[in-house]
T-cell receptor, first 111, second 115 residues
Framework: GQNIDQPTEMTATEGAIVQINCTYQTSGFNGLFWYQQHAGEAPTFLSYNVLDGLEEKGRFSSFLSRSKGYSYLLLKELQMKDSASYLCAVRANTGGFKTIFGAGTRLFVKA | DTEVTQTPKHLVMGMTNKKSLKCEQHMGHRAMYWYKQKAKKPPELMFVYSYEKLSINESVPSRFSPECPNSSLLNLHLHALQPEDSALYLC??????????????FGDGTRLSIL
């Protein structure tokens, strides 16, 4: 089966750094995505990892360890507009390619 | 605004009504998806179309009927829905369904309420 775990909520201060963790158990692993979703809006793509290591994209970085079934999303220089849900999503080939979403981490950025 | 357009944005219907949700993209993507999302829950995959053919049906009840008339359009036909079907219905597309590094692009969704 597939299982994805993320913290339900996190709070951080404007200008700070926050790390959102994601652990997963899946067969047929084929990559991990992070999406941002503001309330009432569509998810938007942030990052993708398929090999171990760190991918950096401006203020956002994502890390993957396939052997540990672990990823994190690092957000630097937090801004108020970063308050949103962050969805960890695993792509798996289980007789067809599917993307399974974690429940999401609601991040609150305070002044 | 997203590159995937969904209509209508909101829909209220009775349990005996028949309605359709529409999704359109002009990015040349050959994979299109329907997801259902309840409040404070992650999107749940319903259907995947690859090159206009249904490739995945996640055991969705037959009161939901997908249709892919061409490579740019995806419909979801609704009939005899239940109150628990009230949710945000998201359409997404990606270049193909099998490319590992291809993110999905989501529409803004249709918020459906069943009376």
């Amino acid at each position: 089966g597939q299982n994805i775990d993320q913290p339900t909520e996190m709070t951080a201060t404007e200008g700070a750094i926050v790390q959102i963790n994601c652990t997963y158990q899946t067969s047929g692993f084929n990559g991990l995505f992070w999406y941002q979703q503001h309330a009432g809006e569509a998810p938007t793509f942030l990052s993708y990892n398929v090999l171990d290591g760190l991918e950096e994209k401006g203020r956002f970085s994502s890390f993957l360890s396939r052997s540990k079934g672990y990823s994190y999303l690092l957000l630097k220089e937090l801004q108020m507009k970063d308050s949103a849900s962050y969805l960890c999503a695993v792509r798996a080939n289980t007789g067809g390619f599917k993307t399974i979403f974690g429940a999401g981490t609601r991040l609150f950025v305070k002044a | 605004d997203t590159e995937v357009t969904q209509t209508p944005k909101h829909l209220v219907m009775g349990m005996t009504n028949k309605k359709s949700l529409k999704c359109e993209q002009h990015m040349g993507h050959r994979a299109m998806y329907w997801y259902k999302q309840k409040a404070k829950k992650p999107p749940e995959l319903m259907f995947v179309y690859s090159y206009e053919k249904l490739s995945i049906n996640e055991s969705v009840p037959s009161r939901f009927s997908p249709e892919c008339p061409n490579s740019s359009l995806l419909n979801l036909h609704l009939h005899a829905l239940q109150p628990e079907d009230s949710a945000l219905y998201l359409c997404a597309s990606s270049l193909t369904s099998q490319g590992s590094n291809q993110p999905q692009h989501f529409g803004d969704g249709t918020r459906l309420s069943i009376l």
